[in-house]
């Protein structure tokens, strides 16, 4: 299978926040789970690619948004 799975996650996230925005409400807020040594200070990205707004790892929570500040914050 290739390594970018058909954009299968990508996809579907973009449907997902299709149907919130049509639905009148906010977009799921997009969570990743890591192990710390798969964390890098940058990847490389196409236009297709859904953004995170939070990354969780056993060393921590990193808000990757403002959406994700904002969630972190309670605000």
Partial sequence: MPLNAGRYYD????????LATEAGREPPLLVALSYEAQVVPAVPVDEHDQRIDV?????GVTACSQ????????T
Wanted: proline share 0%; net charge positive.
């Fill in 55 to 59: 990354l969780v790892t056993a060393g």
């Fill in 11 to 18: 996809k579907m996230i973009s449907g997902l926040q299709g």
């Fill in 67 to 74: 959406r994700g500040r904002a969630a972190l914050e309670g």
